[in-house]
């Protein structure tokens, strides 16, 4: 039987979704940061890799295959000029020869914990890609290059894997060519241990006008923030234990909002929620959690040509470096 009132229809689904969406708003209770980055410094190398992925390269989509290779080839040498082991994982699409960039941080020889840093570093078709995905790029080789500042300084039992996936826009996305995909799928038949996939989606736009921020279905209903100026984090019920840490780590630094949810069923019942690398690992079995800025739902030159660096917020994106520093060294 179809159900004639539009208000019904929001009242059973916000019922249903309630019990899964565990977002919370963002009171620092004043803990004292133990982990300190160069702030300053930090919002000029991130406006320096954007430059080069987005001024220097341009886009970086399937259309424009030589641009993909030279993104591959400046996230591979940025690795190797700051000491940090990487490789490169070529596959074939179709008939061009594509890869994802692999770096690696451990700080002991056999540590117990492990994690994934991921960001796409493709741009769809049109568009050089700013906010979509190369603020993900620059904040994952800065994360990087904080935490291989600490290897002769911290013993942690840990180690961080610097995954930059191609082919995660369209005509690619959720097909067996995504690079995320083919990373999965191998780590699932290799027996990879992975105790945590942080995938970075979109993670330099901000808005500060009431209204600018919206809320896919059904969490417009809720009481969140009405401007875009926190950061988000979004996990599976699965992956709600390293949701959690991730949003405990990150609460430690007042000067960067954060919300975190929690869906239930994969994200299927807001499919808005997958479109991202992080939904190839819930598909494999993985935890796995997306950071992001909310993308279309916050900046409206999403896949536009109009999403260029000028429109970034280098200092929010610092503080997200500062953030995931807090979260790695807390392990």
Known sequence: MLISSKWVKHLVAVQFCVAAVLLFSPENPGAEMEVVIDRE??????????????????????????NLKRAEE???SFYSDIGVSVRTEPYLCRDLTVANVVAEIKFKENPSRHFLLGAHYDSVSGTVGADDNGSAVAVQLETARYLASLKNRQNLDLSVKFVSFTLEEPPFFDTPYMGSRVYASKAKDTGEKIDGMICLEMVGYTCHEPGCQSYPFPLMFFDYP?????IGIVGNLSSRDLTRSLFNAFERNPRLPVIKLT?????WLMPSIRLSDHSAFWDYGFKAVMITDSAFYRNPHYHRPSDT?????????AELVQSLALFFCAQ
């Open 74 to 76: 400046y996230i591979a």
């Open 41 to 66: 410094v930090t919002i000029e190398r991130l406006k320096a890799h954007l430059r080069s992925l987005t001024v220097e390269i341009g886009e970086r989509s399937i259309e424009r295959p030589e």
């Open 226 to 230: 009405k401007t875009g100026s926190f």
């Open 309 to 317: 660096m000028e429109k970034l917020d280098y200092h929010f994106m």
């Open 263 to 267: 869906v239930p069923l994969g994200g």
